[in-house]
């Protein structure tokens, strides 16, 4: 049974560019979490898509956004990208049906770098 | 909002010493609390969950926790530390209600020295 995945394990970009990150649920999940950890810091929630739409939606300005497929992976996208957005983004999947549905369970994460 | 506080950003034990990692929360009404765990380079893995019912609650590799309601805390315990329980600890909170993001502490790093 797979885990959750993400790809690429790490990624450097620069400053204005843009970056879209993938996710892949733990198999029978349908409800993806993105979270951005900064060096030293817990995870801060990004989002969470759910029936391919958002659901709820952390502190993030709007040059974060995402994406749901039918198979219920997941994108995140980010625009124009600053020195800022370097961190750990990590993937999480849970059940809605499972109750805690915020139960969730990580993937490894990538590593974005920002020059 | 809900909130997390981690206050020890460290944590230092010997080997086969008990372990405790302090947690404290903020929440709207009744909470989900989780403890996580993450290794160098590796996403967050999950060692335990209360949800309700017994205030101990048991996990993975030994570890447990315990809900003190009054005290708004569900500090991680070990009874003997592994040095391969060296790692960074991260508790979080979510509400019972229709809010379904998991808000973490800052982490506490754990070294259990040989």
């Known amino acids: 049974d797979a885990g959750v995945t993400q790809s690429p394990t790490h990624l450097i970009k620069t400053r204005g560019q843009q970056v879209t990150l993938r996710c892949s649920p733990k198999?029978?999940?349908?409800?993806v979490s993105w979270y951005q950890q900064a060096l030293g810091q817990g995870p801060q929630f990004i989002f969470q898509?759910?029936?391919?739409?958002?659901?709820q939606r952390g502190n993030f300005p709007d040059r974060f956004s995402g994406h749901q497929f039918p198979n219920y992976s997941s994108e995140l996208n980010v625009n124009a990208l600053l020195l800022g957005d370097s961190a750990l983004y990590l993937c999480?999947?849970?059940?809605?049906?499972?109750?805690?549905?915020?139960?969730?369970?990580f993937g490894p994460g990538t590593r974005l770098t920002v020059l | 909002a809900q909130s997390v506080a981690q206050p020890e950003d460290q944590v230092n034990v010997a080997e086969g010493n008990p372990l405790t990692v302090k947690c404290t929360y903020s929440?709207?009404?009744?909470?989900?609390l989780f403890w996580y765990v993450q290794y160098p380079n590796r996403g967050l893995q999950f060692l335990l969950k209360?949800?309700?019912?017994?205030?101990l609650v048991k996990g993975s590799y030994g570890f447990e926790a315990e809900f003190n309601k009054s005290q708004t805390s569900f500090h991680l315990k070990k009874p003997s530390a592994l040095v391969s329980d060296s790692a960074l600890y991260f508790c979080?909170?979510?509400?019972?209600?229709?809010?379904?993001?998991?808000?973490f502490g800052a982490g506490t790093t754990v070294t259990v020295r040989a």
């Open positions: 898509y759910y029936e391919e739409e958002e659901r």
């Open positions: 198999s029978g999940h349908d409800t």
């Open positions: 209360y949800i309700t019912g017994d205030n």
């Open positions: 929440v709207s009404g009744n909470p989900y």
């Open positions: 979080a909170v979510s509400p019972i209600s229709n809010d379904y993001k998991l808000s």
């Open positions: 999480a999947s849970s059940h809605a049906a499972v109750v805690p549905y915020n139960e969730q369970f």
